[in-house]
């Protein structure tokens, strides 16, 4: 059995995750799974994209050529997802479902952008700029 948090989650929070755990044991590996895949890709990317360790990161975006801009931004929109997966997963097993659920709509949402942003080059620079990417 995967750690449930135990260090983070309240104690009913702790018996629900265990219940998910002894039900669903099979479900809740994968999940963990899938979400420790995806946390070894944004770190290998991340440390692999010069542009994303230079401090300034909003302006070196802005002034980086369309080439770069792209796969930074699409870097960073992946993490994000990264992260809202952990956070909902971490609602789900502590029984906030309707929060779990709100977060992995985020965390899609982010995958979406993510996807737009590295085959459209204008909508990489309006994410840069803090306006809203279309489809």
């Known amino acids: 059995m995967t750690s449930t948090n135990n260090g983070v989650l309240s104690g009913s929070e702790q018996g629900m995750a265990a219940k998910l755990w002894q039900t ?12 420790n895949v995806l946390r ?8 692999s994209n010069v542009l994303l360790n230079r401090p300034n990161l909003t302006t070196q975006l802005a002034a980086a050529d369309a080439g770069s801009r792209g796969p930074a931004v699409w ?12 956070a909902g997963r971490l609602l789900f097993i502590s029984g906030h479902y309707s929060r779990a659920l709100s977060c992995l709509r985020d965390a899609v949402e ?9 085959v ?7 994410w840069v700029h803090g306006k809203k990417v279309k489809d």
């Open 110 to 118: 982010s995958l979406q952008w993510a996807e737009v942003c590295m």
């Open 75 to 86: 870097t960073i929109l992946v993490n994000e997802a990264l992260e809202r997966f952990t």
């Open 40 to 47: 070894r890709c944004v770190l290998k990317l991340t440390h």
């Open 24 to 35: 669903f044991a099979t479900e809740m590996q994968q999940i963990d799974d899938g979400l």
């Open 120 to 126: 459209k080059d204008d909508e990489a620079e309006r």
